[in-house]
């Protein structure tokens, strides 16, 4: 089959809390990880760095606030904002009153080939 969906909503919570949606496994994909997060209100999530995988990761909230802890500096976030990582660098989400969602994409440098003017 050329294609895969799911619907997160379909999908049921894993991890501490039930807080990750492991949506890589749920589609197959091979190229790169990418998994739905959702932090319930003022809860903190897991503090880890990508060294042992050696993914660069993007964290792209899409609903809901809250603030990053990334070595050692507080960064406010909110729906829409996109957040870069290296794959040393430690962070940790902490949601908001209204909680957070957010969606992780990571590969390992250089995997990507740009093409065209995009």
């Known amino acids: 089959m050329g294609y895969s969906v799911v619907n997160v909503e379909e999908m049921e919570g894993e991890g501490p809390g039930g ?9 197959g994909v091979q190229a ?3 998994n ?9 999530g897991r503090e880890h760095n990508e060294v ?3 993914q660069e990761e993007v964290n792209v909230i899409i609903e809901g606030a809250g603030v990053y802890e990334v070595d050692g500096e507080t960064i406010p976030v909110r729906a829409g904002s996109f957040l870069r990582f290296d794959p040393g660098t430690t962070r940790c ?11 992780a994409v990571g590969v390992r440098p250089g995997s990507y080939e740009p093409h065209g003017p995009f």
């Open 36 to 44: 739905w997060f959702e932090l319930g209100p003022n809860v903190r």
């Open 19 to 27: 807080a990750v949606r492991f949506v890589r496994r749920k589609l």
């Open 52 to 54: 042992d995988t050696g």
């Open 32 to 34: 790169f990880g990418i």
């Open 93 to 103: 989400p902490v949601a908001g009153p209204d909680g957070m969602t957010m969606i």
